[in-house]
C-alpha cells in the first residue's frame, strides 16, 4: 500500500508515475502505480441487506444502492447524485430541510443520494410511511454526453406493528318542538329526530403472519369525500403553533376500506394508483376507489385491480411559458388529489427523446385550484431547459363523471431470471368511460447480458369501441412495437432503435407527438483518445397520418483539455413534406469552449453554416448560439444563452437566462447556525406559503431570477413544421390556442428572507406575449411570536389580459394567528381570507386570457369574498394539594362571510355570520352542567335564527358520554347538525370511544 498526495487524477484511467532520483540526480527507481477514479455511476444493484425496506409509520425507510461505473469500478466516496420516488412516498431530506429553512426547503435543490464508504453504496432514505407495497426508485446517470436512466424495485413490508384500534360511536335523539324560527323541510314530518354514526380505524395482526387495516365511517359521502383523504393545508386554519403531522393510513372515498397484507402481498379495498408504470407503451397510471392486489418476490411479480368508476382520465401537455403559473387546464370538474403532475423536457429535434423526466409533489412543487382549474408552481417553468430543448407539463388527472359507473380493470405480471439478467412482463387492460371502452394487451421484455449492455422490446394493441355516436378515435384496433439495444463499453456508446406507434394507439397516456409515427436510427459516441471523441447520429422518421418523413445524419469530432474543447462537424437533414416538397439542409457545425478563472465562468460559442446554400429544414437552419455559465457557488449556475436562427424558412431569436442547481448536498441545513426556531410543523407551512428560490446570497438571504424569450422575426409556414406536435427547434412554441409560435419576454425574481423566528418569501412575474400580457406577484411571512403562538400571512394578485381585450384578475390575501401555549388556559385559532376573482369583456364559451377551460359568463363579472373564522377556548384549571385538574371548558366560534358579486350592472352582496358557544363546569368526576346557544345570521341580518339550552351531562364509564339537554330555542339546519343539535325541544345525545384497551379489558 502507498499513498500519494497532492496529485490531480481524472476521472478513469490514471497512470501515476513517481522518479526517485539520488543527491547526484541520477534515477534510482521509478514507481508506478496505475489508479481508475470513478466519478460518474452508469449502473445501480440494489443491496437489500442493507436496506430498511420497513413501512411501519415511524422508522424511515432506507434503500441502499451500490453505484458503478461504465467499468463496472464502485465510484467514490462522497459522489451525490438525485433521484427520483413516486408519491406518495418523500425522501426525508425534503421534509428535514422545509422544517429547518421554513417557507423555502430545498430551495431549487434536488434531494440526493450520497455515497459513504470506497464500496460504491449509496444510501436513499426516505420519509416514514405506512404505504407498504412495491416501490420503485429511478436513477438518473449523466457521464459526459450520455445519458441513461435505471430503475430499482424493491418491496416495502409493514413491519410488526401492534394492535391500534381507534374509533367512536354516537347518536342523538330529539324531540322536534316546531314553531316560527323552524325551518319546514319536506322530508321531515316526524316529530322525532334521530341521529347516528359509527367511525373505525383498526391495525393489527390477525392469525399471525397478515395485517389488517380496517377504517369504517358510516357518515361518510362519496362526493363529499377527498380522493385519498389528503386535505388542502389551507382548507381549514393555516397555522396551529405546534409541530403536529397528518398522514393518511386508510384512504377511501366509500365508507369502508379493507387492506390485508403479508410480506411481499397486500389485497385492498379503497384508494390506490394502478401503478402500471413500468412498461412505455403499456403504460396504466390512473387513480381509482375499488379493489386491488399484489405480490412480489425475487422473481415474479403480480399485479391485479378492478373498480367501478364514474370517472374519466385526461392528459395534457403543456408548454413552460417563462412563469410559474397560473397554468388553465382544460377543465374544472377534476377529481381532488388524483392528479400526477410531471415536468418533462424533450430533445428539440427528436421528440421521442426524453432528456429528463420529474415527477413533482403536490404541495411541495406545485399547487392546484380545483374550482378554477389552474395550476401553480413553486418556482418559474421556461419555455426551454439550458440546452434550449422545449420544457413539457404533463397532467394527467381524473375528470368527474356525471353519468353512471363503469368497469375498468387490468394487471400485469413480470418475470425476471435467477442471474436477472432476463425480465419478461405482460400488460391486460379494460378502460371503459361513458362513451367509449378500450382494451389493450402488452408484452415487454428487458434483457441484460452483463452491466454494459441492454436490450428492449415491447409490443401492444388496443381495441377501441364507441358507446355514443360522437366518440373519437374509435371502432378500429391499433399496434404499437419498439425494439431498442443499448451499450455503454470503456471505449464506445451505442443505442440503436426502432419504433412504430399507429394512429388512434393507447389508452390516452402516451406523448401526443409520437402517435401515428415510425422512427428508427442509430446514436454512437466513440473515444479515439482520453481527450478526442466522435459522435455520429443517424435516424428516419415516418408521420404515417400525413406521409411527411424526415432524414438526418450528423457527425462531430470533440477534442478537450482541462479548460478548454473544440468540435467540428456536419449534419445532413431531408425532410419530405405533406405536399411532397423536398427541404434540405447540410451544415457545417463549429464550437468552443473555454473555463475562466480557475472554471467559475464557462463560455460556449457555436455556429451552423449552410454549405451549398442548403438550410431549407425548418428544424435545421443555419444557427449561431453563446452561452454562458457562471458558478455562484459549486452547486448553483446562473446561465444564460442567447441563439440566432437564420434559415431559408425561418428566422428566429431565442434568450434564456436561468439557474442550474446540482443536486442537493445537504450543506445548507447541517450547519445549526441556519435552523430556524419555528414550531410550526415545515412540510405544513411550506405547502401553505413556501416558494423555491435558486442564489444563496449569505446565510439570511436567497435571490432568483429567470428570463425567457422567444422572436421570430418573419414567422414561417406551418406546411413546413414536419410534426405540429413538437415546438420547432428555434422559434418553436406550442400555444394553449394550437399555435406553433408566439413571440414574447417573461421575466421573473424572487427573494427569500430567514431570521431566528421568522420568514418572507417573495416572488414578482411579468410576461409579455403576442398573444396575451401577464403578470403577478406573491409574498408570505411567518412569525414565531412566542412559544405555542405564531403568525402567518400571504398576499397574491395575477392579472391578465389578451389580444381581444378579454381580462382576468385574482387578487388572494389571508392572515392566521394561533395562540396555544402549553401553561396557558387560553388558546385560539384565527383566519382571516378575501379572495377577488374578475373578468371583464368575457365570451360564455371562450377560453380566458391563460387559456383552458371555456368562460362560463359573458360581459363583466366581479366576485368577492371575505371569510374569517375564529375559534376560542378558555379551560380553567383547579389545584388542590399539588394536583392539577381541568374545572370546566369554555369555546367560542365565530365564522363571518362577506359577498359581493357583480354581473354587468347588477349588484348581489351579503354578510352572514354564525356564533356559537358551549360552556360546561365539572360539578365532580362523573356529572357535569352546562349550555349551549348557536345563532345563525342570514344576508344582512334579514333572517336570524337561534339556538341554545342547558344541558347535564354524564360520563357513566371511562370513554362514555351522555348529554341530556333542552333547547328552548332552535331551527333546523343540516349544515349543523353534523356537529351539534340545534333544533328547538328535548334531546339526548351519546358519544362513546373505544380503542384496543377498550377491547382488552373485555378479553378480546
Do not use: C
Request: aromatic residues 10%; without cysteine.
Amino acid at each position: 500500500m502507498s499513498v500519494w498526495r497532492g496529485i490531480e487524477i481524472q476521472d478513469r484511467g490514471n497512470t501515476l508515475v513517481a522518479r526517485v532520483l539520488d543527491d547526484k540526480g541520477a534515477l534510482v527507481q521509478e514507481l508506478t502505480r496505475k489508479v481508475h477514479y470513478a466519478g460518474s455511476p452508469l449502473n445501480a444493484e440494489l443491496l437489500k441487506d442493507r436496506s430498511i425496506l420497513i413501512a411501519d409509520g415511524v422508522t424511515r425507510p432506507v434503500i441502499a444502492v451500490r453505484l458503478t461505473d461504465r467499468d463496472g469500478r464502485p465510484v467514490h466516496n462522497g459522489l451525490v447524485g438525485d433521484f427520483n420516488v413516486p408519491a406518495p412516498y418523500t425522501p426525508a431530506v425534503e421534509v428535514d430541510a422545509q422544517q429547518a429553512n421554513q417557507l423555502s426547503g430545498l430551495e431549487r435543490g434536488a434531494p440526493v443520494w450520497r455515497v459513504e464508504g470506497d464500496d460504491g453504496v449509496a444510501y436513499v432514505e426516505l420519509s416514514p410511511t405506512t404505504a407498504s407495497g412495491s416501490l420503485s426508485v429511478t436513477f438518473p446517470f449523466r457521464d459526459g454526453e450520455t445519458t441513461r436512466e435505471q430503475r430499482i424495485e424493491t418491496w416495502l413490508d409493514p413491519g410488526n406493528r401492534p394492535w391500534t384500534v381507534v374509533g367512536f360511536a354516537a347518536g342523538t335523539l330529539g324531540f322536534n318542538t316546531l314553531d316560527e324560527r323552524l325551518e319546514d323541510l319536506a322530508d321531515d314530518d316526524d316529530n322525532i329526530n334521530v341521529d347516528g354514526r359509527i367511525a373505525l380505524y383498526a391495525k393489527g395482526r390477525v392469525t399471525g403472519k397478515w395485517l389488517m387495516t380496517l377504517a369504517y365511517d358510516s357518515d361518510k359521502q362519496e362526493d363529499e369525500t377527498r380522493f385519498a383523504g389528503i386535505i388542502d393545508p389551507r382548507r381549514y386554519y393555516t397555522v396551529y403553533a405546534d409541530r403536529s403531522e397528518q398522514r393518511y393510513d386508510a384512504a377511501s372515498v366509500r365508507r369502508l376500506y379493507l387492506k390485508l397484507e403479508r410480506p411481499q402481498f397486500y389485497a385492498l379495498f379503497g384508494d390506490y394508483e394502478t401503478g402500471i408504470d413500468e412498461p412505455e407503451l403499456a403504460r396504466y397510471q390512473r387513480s381509482f376507489n375499488g379493489i386491488k392486489a399484489e405480490y412480489r418476490n425475487d422473481q415474479l411479480s403480480a399485479l391485479a385491480f378492478g373498480a367501478d368508476s364514474p370517472n374519466r382520465f385526461r392528459r395534457e401537455e403543456i408548454q413552460g411559458n417563462g412563469l410559474s403559473g397560473p397554468y388553465a387546464l382544460a377543465t374544472r370538474d377534476i377529481l381532488a388529489n388524483s392528479e400526477r403532475i410531471t415536468l418533462e423536457t424533450r430533445d428539440r429535434l427528436r421528440s421521442d427523446r426524453i432528456i429528463e423526466t420529474r415527477q413533482l409533489s403536490r404541495h411541495i412543487d406545485y399547487d392546484i385550484d380545483y374550482l378554477a382549474g389552474t395550476l401553480r408552481f413553486r418556482e418559474p417553468i421556461l419555455s426551454r431547459g439550458s440546452g434550449l430543448d422545449p420544457q413539457f407539463i404533463i397532467a394527467e388527472y381524473e375528470v368527474l363523471g356525471v353519468g353512471g359507473r363503469d368497469l375498468n380493470a387490468g394487471g400485469r405480471v413480470t418475470y425476471k431470471s435467477k442471474d436477472e439478467k432476463l425480465k419478461i412482463g405482460a400488460t391486460a387492460i379494460h378502460d371503459e368511460n361513458e362513451s367509449s371502452k378500450t382494451d389493450l394487451l402488452g408484452v415487454d421484455v428487458r434483457y441484460r447480458p452483463d452491466l454494459k449492455t441492454e436490450i428492449r422490446a415491447e409490443l401492444a394493441t388496443t381495441d377501441n369501441e364507441a358507446k355514443t355516436a360522437n366518440a373519437a378515435n374509435t371502432g378500429n384496433s391499433a399496434t404499437a412495437w419498439l425494439v431498442e439495444a443499448e451499450h455503454h463499453g470503456s471505449k464506445f456508446d451505442v443505442l440503436a432503435y426502432v419504433r412504430r406507434q399507429s394512429a388512434g394507439f393507447g389508452l390516452g397516456q402516451l406523448n401526443a407527438s409520437e402517435s401515428g409515427t415510425r422512427k428508427f436510427g442509430i446514436d454512437t459516441r466513440v473515444r479515439l483518445r482520453d481527450n478526442l471523441s466522435l459522435a455520429a447520429t443517424a435516424y428516419q422518421e415516418n408521420f404515417l397520418s400525413t406521409g411527411a418523413r424526415r432524414r438526418v445524419a450528423t457527425g462531430e469530432l470533440e477534442y478537450r483539455t482541462d479548460d478548454t474543447s473544440f468540435r467540428a462537424g456536419l449534419a445532413h437533414a431531408e425532410d419530405r413534406l405533406t405536399d411532397g416538397t423536398v427541404n434540405r439542409s447540410t451544415l457545417a457545425r463549429l464550437g468552443a469552449t473555454q473555463r475562466l478563472f480557475d472554471g467559475k465562468l464557462e463560455l460556449d460559442a457555436q455556429t451552423e453554416f449552410a454549405l451549398g446554400g442548403q438550410d431549407e429544414s425548418i428544424d435545421f437552419p443555419a444557427r449561431h448560439s453563446l452561452t454562458a455559465r457562471y458558478s455562484i457557488t459549486n452547486d448553483i449556475k446562473l446561465v444564460g444563452t442567447y441563439e440566432i436562427a437564420d434559415g431559408e424558412n425561418i428566422d428566429a431569436r431565442t434568450a434564456r437566462i436561468g439557474v442550474e442547481v446540482a443536486p442537493w448536498a445537504g450543506g445548507r441545513i447541517v450547519s445549526s447556525i441556519n435552523q430556524q426556531e419555528i414550531t410550526e410543523y415545515g412540510p405544513r407551512t411550506f405547502a401553505a406559503y413556501g416558494l423555491t428560490q435558486s442564489i444563496p446570497l449569505d446565510e439570511k438571504w436567497t435571490i432568483d431570477l429567470s428570463l425567457d424569450g422567444n422572436k421570430t422575426l418573419r414567422g414561417f409556414q406551418r406546411s413546413d413544421v414536419i410534426n405540429t406536435q413538437q415546438p420547432v427547434a428555434s422559434g418553436g412554441f406550442l400555444g394553449n390556442d394550437a399555435t406553433l409560435t408566439e413571440d414574447f419576454v417573461a421575466v421573473t425574481a424572487g427573494a427569500t428572507f430567514r431570521d431566528d423566528d421568522w420568514s418572507w418569501v417573495s416572488r414578482g412575474e411579468y410576461r409579455d406575449g403576442d398573444i396575451s400580457e401577464r403578470y403577478g406577484f406573491t409574498t408570505a411571512v411567518l412569525k414565531q411570536i412566542g412559544e405555542g403562538s405564531a403568525l402567518g400571512a400571504l398576499g397574491s394578485i395575477f392579472v391578465a389580459k389578451d389580444e381581444t381585450g378579454t381580462s382576468t384578475r385574482v387578487i388572494e390575501a389571508e392572515g392566521s394567528w394561533a395562540y396555544r401555549p402549553a401553561e396557558s388556559q387560553w388558546s385560539w385559532l384565527e383566519k382571516l381570507e378575501f379572495r377577488e376573482d374578475r373578468v371583464r369583456n368575457a365570451t360564455a364559451g371562450l377560453a380566458g386570457p391563460i387559456g383552458g377551460a371555456p368562460l362560463l359568463v359573458s360581459g363583466d363579472v366581479t366576485s368577492r369574498r371575505i371569510i374569517n373564522s375564529l375559534s376560542v377556548n378558555y379551560t380553567p384549571i383547579d389545584e388542590d394539594d399539588g394536583i392539577v385538574t381541568e374545572a370546566g371548558e369554555y369555546s367560542f366560534f365565530w365564522g363571518s362571510r362577506y359577498v359581493f358579486d357583480k354581473f354587468g350592472q347588477d349588484d348581489v352582496k351579503g354578510w352572514s355570520n354564525v356564533i356559537g358557544a358551549d360552556i360546561k363546569f365539572d360539578l365532580n368526576d362523573t356529572i357535569d352542567i352546562g349550555g349551549q346557544a348557536t345563532a345563525r345570521i342570514g344576508t344582512d341580518f334579514d333572517s336570524v335564527a337561534y339556538s341554545g339550552g342547558p344541558s347535564v351531562g354524564i360520563t357513566p364509564f371511562k370513554n362514555g358520554y351522555i348529554s341530556v339537554g333542552y333547547n328552548v330555542v332552535g331551527f333546523a339546519d343540516r349544515d349543523f347538525e353534523e356537529s351539534r343539535y340545534t333544533r328547538d325541544g328535548p334531546f339526548i345525545t351519546f358519544r362513546l370511544k373505544f380503542d384496543q384497551e377498550t377491547f382488552s379489558s373485555l378479553g378480546l
